[in-house]
């Protein structure tokens, strides 16, 4: 009995040491999931969202680009990207992952190298690797295949850029491209880390990418545990950017681009001289503009660095040229508004002016030069030996002078980036580059154009845009409605500044003048202008005695310039042309000049 009564006792014990224990444990379980669901809620909730819901930028459609009349430019259309998000891809598994996608996609060697340099630390600015681009209908399949069995590959539908007139506009819409690893550094914009965002490269489409590339938006989306879109939380829509619309008349632009395509490498730009607006812009050869929407191939790349006619290069506005004649109105109004001479003034030309014991040669030395001439028959007939005589009159200072007034030697302040100042020189400019002082040979160049003076294109379009628009500054601009003229007028007599325009249409319409095998045959519409040779290199004595004025390599024959304006008795347009190597203004330039200003006509712009 007694022992029956022990072993109950010591029953009752177990079960209540064993029941403890199971109210301990459940009230450290009770404990711990109150604990997790109130104090932890937030924090859990988070780490689930997080693994439950993905946040996606929503890039904007960027702006349109039109010309005047409302063309279309540049625009965009959907193409598809695949991207690698490294993060997604467990660490264990990612280099294996990484060579696979490679040997089955075939991607270039830069993308390959990039994959295979992958940091250790991810971050926002490179978990995002773009694989391939502008994605045909077998690759995207390729791709949707590879991502159904495969963590971390993301197919994006995309907006991608295309330009419609690709060659004959790319020096003015420019292109699109990845942004640099500086400005994604350096940018609190996170768009910018993202591996299918393109930003304006050059000319209009980086003068204005704040405008043109919107703001990106933001969708929260639900996936699953493969990463899979099961439904879109919430969405705050992207802006699209705003339209740029250009004072270029397109079908002007092709007809100049056509035009100058007779040549190896050129350059032209027409102006309306009154509001600053640029009707045609072009530097050619241009280049595929398209080619740069998406990821170069490094060959192509190196062909259009490496083209002996600079494709790559702005010509118009950073070009940079010796005028020749073209600047001999700035030296001949820079005498007259100096007093030195009149319009009646005259210089004997025997085609060579010496100084010293060097010739300076006028172009027609060959025929004893031009006898006495005054002003206008010397911008007319080109002689060099009348400003040869002018220039040791007033000095370099007063010439340097009257070409900064009309811009030359200053950037244009166009609206677009890379433009070049150029050159006119002075004596501190001398002293202080090159450690030598000024030469009366050099004022004699300068007078002509030639030696260190440096002019763009454009420059040379605004300088006549000031001359013929009764003196005011003004601002070349592409963009429509911006304001460019200068409320105050240049300080020049008027009787002054038509003596020198009288020259000009003597260029082109008179018997002697150097263009006149160029003149427009229409009374209405009449061009004056001027002739100019820029030289690339010297011509010695020796050569000058055996008539080797003219090389045969076309590297060293010298430029061909032709600086005008019509219609003569009412100037509306400007235009400047430049052909490299083209032999001489009155031979090249002129012509292309003509038919420039006669397309005007055809292209509905004369007013």
């Known amino acids: 009995m007694g022992r029956k009564r022990e072993e109950k006792r010591l029953i009752t014990r177990r079960t209540f040491l064993f029941a403890g224990i199971k109210i301990f444990l459940g009230m450290a379980i009770v404990s711990r999931l109150f604990y997790l669901q109130i104090f932890k809620f937030s924090h859990y909730k988070l780490l689930s969202d997080k693994n439950r819901l993905v946040l996606k930028r929503i890039l904007p459609s960027r702006g349109n680009i039109f010309d005047a009349s409302g063309k279309l430019l540049a625009s965009n259309k959907f193409t598809y990207s695949a991207i690698l998000d490294v993060l997604e891809i467990p660490q264990q598994d990612r280099a294996s992952i990484i060579k696979r996608i490679i040997k089955d996609r075939s991607l270039d060697p830069k993308t390959a190298d990039d994959l295979m340099n992958i940091p250790e630390v991810i971050n926002r600015n490179n978990r995002l690797v773009l694989l391939q681009e502008d994605l045909s209908w077998d690759e995207l399949a390729g791709y949707y295949v590879m991502a159904s069995s495969m963590q971390g590959i993301v197919i994006e539908k995309v907006r991608s850029r295309t330009y419609l007139f690709p060659e004959a506009l790319s020096h003015i819409t420019g292109y699109i491209g990845a942004p640099t690893k500086e400005q994604v550094t350096e940018s609190d914009n996170i768009a910018l880390s993202l591996p299918m965002v393109k930003v304006g490269k050059n000319c209009i489409e980086q003068q204005y990418e704040e405008e043109l590339f919107g703001k990106i938006g933001v969708q929260c989306v639900e996936v699953n545990s493969r990463r899979q879109l099961v439904r879109c939380v919430s969405e705050t829509d992207s802006i699209p950017g705003d339209d740029i619309h250009l004072t270029i008349n397109l079908d002007l632009q092709l ?11 050129a350059s032209c730009v027409v102006m309306d001289v009154n509001t600053g607006a640029i009707l045609a812009f072009v530097s050619y050869p241009g280049y595929d503009t398209n080619i740069f929407t998406k990821k170069i191939d490094p060959k192509t790349l190196e062909e259009l660095y490496n083209n002996p006619f600079k494709p790559i290069i702005n010509k118009v506005i950073a ?28 210089f004997h030309c025997s085609g060579v002016h ?22 206008r028959r010397a911008i007319s007939e080109s002689c060099d030996v009348y400003f040869y005589n002018l220039a040791e009159k007033i000095g370099p200072d007063i010439i340097a002078r009257t070409a900064n007034d009309f811009g030359l030697g200053f950037k244009t302040g166009i609206d677009l980036p890379g433009e070049k100042a150029g050159l006119i020189p002075t004596k501190e400019w001398k002293k202080e580059r090159k450690g030598q002082s000024w030469t009366k040979g050099d004022t004699l160049n300068m007078a002509i154009g030639q030696g260190f003076d440096l002019t763009t294109p454009l420059q040379l379009t605004r300088m006549i845009a000031i001359l013929v628009n009764g003196l005011n500054p003004i601002t070349p601009v592409l963009r429509k409605s911006k304001e460019t003229l200068s409320p105050e007028k240049l300080k020049y007599k008027p009787e002054h500044v038509e003596l020198i325009l009288d020259g000009m249409y003597d260029v082109v319409n008179s018997s002697t003048g150097t263009a006149r095998f160029s003149a427009i045959d229409d009374e209405d519409f009449e061009m004056a202008g001027k002739t100019g040779s820029s030289q690339v290199y010297h011509i010695t004595e020796s050569q000058r005695q055996a008539g080797k004025t003219v090389s045969d390599d076309y590297w060293m024959k010298e430029h061909a310039v032709f600086v005008g304006y019509a219609p003569a008795d009412d100037p509306k347009f400007a235009v400047t042309v430049l052909v490299e190597h083209g032999g001489g203004g009155a031979k090249t330039a002129a012509p292309i000049a003509r038919d420039v200003l006669g397309a005007t006509r055809s292209c509905s712009l004369r007013r």
């Open 255 to 265: 007809e100049v681009y056509k035009i100058l395509s007779q040549h190896e490498s």
């Open 354 to 375: 010496k100084l010293d014991s060097h010739k300076f040669h006028c172009w027609k030395w060959k025929y004893n030069g031009h006898g006495y001439i005054d002003l």
């Open 319 to 346: 070009g940079l040229y010796a005028p020749g004649s073209a600047f001999k109105m700035m030296t001949g109004l820079a005498g007259l508004s100096a007093g030195v001479i009149t319009k009646h003034t005259r």
